[in-house]
Structure formats: structure tokens, C-alpha cells
């Protein structure tokens, strides 16, 4: 009985799919059908694998947000507990120096001129027209501000008019470096007598109240004699080409 079942059902498969092959009026919807549950199941699958790789992406992410939140949390824990010190350490000497830095993340809107890369348009609250204000990209020096019609312009390191009070090398060699609409830096200005050479790093000297004393601007490429005085050639460290946020130092006491 069992044969004769499996026999009528094998011959009724085997008509079928010959209908199915021969009748071109029963394969386009069976085929228009099959390839609907196909694409079906290729978009669920590659949903499945993207919701996947972007859990475990976002895992990974925020994970790793975590532990540079927890980084700058213990930074910002130790500059809070070095300015008490330093507060308590003016206190019991009776010092009339202050310490109280401020600095702030600034947004750019627009660049001054279309195709001139060097100065930028910033949005600062409580702008201060009557002040020249240091901006820096994370821990490296991306340029000044100075006004302009009342408003914030920001001149990048290498505009022509951007310059700030500089220390070359383990000498401490003191220059000005100002940019020259160059991919390098100009530091002009350095004593003959002072010994400075290639690779020598260049940092802030916070002379000139723009800057915090130390924060890296670039290295040396080449040096030059010129009337007693050396002027160097500077590869700057700061070479953002996406320069959408940066940090304004208000205030550096």
C-alpha cells in the first residue's frame, strides 16, 4: 500500500515539474515567486549581519569611549588637585600670583575667503574684541585669534599674520614663529649664540599670554644665519583638514 502511494505521488511530482518545465505559462510565476523568497531571505540574512557587526561595533565604541571618559576623568582629577595645591602653596607664601586657566571648545563657522584655508570665521560666546586668544587641535598648536570687524577670526599657524612667542629645543632657544601661506612655519628672531639644529621640537614659551608654557608646535627642518640672528624652518604638528572644532584658551592665569 505503501508503494502504491509513494508511486502515485513520485508520478505526480514528476508531472508537475514537467508541467513546470514545458508550460511557459506556469514558470514565470512560480520563478517570480521563488526569486521573491530569495531576496527575501538575502535582505533578512544581511540585516541580521549588519544589526550584528553594528552591536558588537557599538559594543567595541562605547566601550572604548569608557575608558578615554575615564582618562580625562582622572586627568581632570589630578589638574584639580595640582591647582589646589598650587593654590594652598601661594596661600602659605603669601604670593600674589593667581593660577586659574580657562579654556574652552569653540566651533567654526565658515572659512574668510573661498580658497584661503588659513583663517577661519569662529563662534565664540562673550567674544572679547579687544584680545588676542591662543587655538589649539587636541595638544598641538593650531594657530591665534585676533578680531575682525568685532567678530573672531582664526588665523592658522601658517597665515602670514599668525605669530606667538616660541622655545626651540633642550636650550630653550627663544624665537617668533609666525606662518608664511607655506605648508612650514617661520621661528625668526633666535640668537646666533644659541644652539639649535635640525629635528630640535618647538613649543610654546607662554610669554605672550596666548599661550600655556610648553605645548608642542612642531620640529625644526632647517636653520639659518641671517644679521646675527638664526631663523628656522618649522614642520607644524597641526595639519587638520577638517578643522570643524577647536580649543580657545581664554585665559591662561
Do not use: C
Amino acid at each position: 500500500m505503501n508503494k502504491q502511494v509513494f508511486s502515485y505521488f513520485s508520478l505526480i511530482v514528476a508531472l508537475f515539474v514537467g508541467a513546470i518545465y514545458y508550460s511557459n505559462t506556469l514558470q514565470p510565476p512560480i520563478i517570480s515567486t521563488l526569486n521573491a523568497v530569495k531576496t527575501t531571505y538575502h535582505n533578512t540574512t544581511n540585516y541580521i549581519s549588519t544589526t550584528i557587526e553594528k552591536h558588537f561595533f557599538q559594543a567595541s565604541q562605547i566601550q572604548e569611549l569608557k575608558e578615554q571618559l575615564q582618562t580625562y576623568e582622572n586627568s581632570h582629577l589630578q589638574s584639580q588637585q595640582l591647582a589646589t595645591e598650587l593654590a594652598d602653596l601661594y596661600k602659605e607664601n603669601n604670593s600674589t600670583l593667581t593660577f586659574n586657566p580657562q579654556v574652552e571648545l569653540v566651533r567654526t563657522i565658515a572659512y574668510e575667503q573661498f580658497g584661503n584655508l588659513n583663517r577661519l570665521w569662529i563662534e565664540i560666546p562673550d567674544y572679547n574684541a579687544s584680545k588676542i586668544y591662543g587655538l589649539t587641535y587636541k595638544e598641538f598648536v593650531a594657530g591665534i585669534v585676533i578680531p575682525k570687524n568685532g567678530r573672531a577670526l582664526a588665523l592658522m599657524n601658517n597665515d602670514i599674520q599668525s605669530s606667538y612667542s616660541v622655545n626651540i629645543g633642550e636650550n630653550k632657544a627663544p624665537g617668533i614663529a609666525h606662518g608664511n601661506n607655506d605648508e612650514n612655519i617661520i621661528v625668526s628672531y633666535i640668537s646666533g649664540w644659541i644652539s639649535i639644529k635640525k629635528g630640535d621640537e618647538v613649543t610654546t614659551s607662554g610669554l605672550d599670554n596666548i599661550f600655556f608654557k610648553g605645548l608642542k608646535v612642531g620640529k625644526v627642518l632647517s636653520v639659518k644665519t641671517l644679521q646675527g640672528y638664526q631663523n628656522a624652518v618649522v614642520e607644524p604638528y597641526y595639519k587638520s583638514n577638517e578643522p570643524n572644532y577647536f580649543h580657545l584658551i581664554r585665559r591662561v592665569k
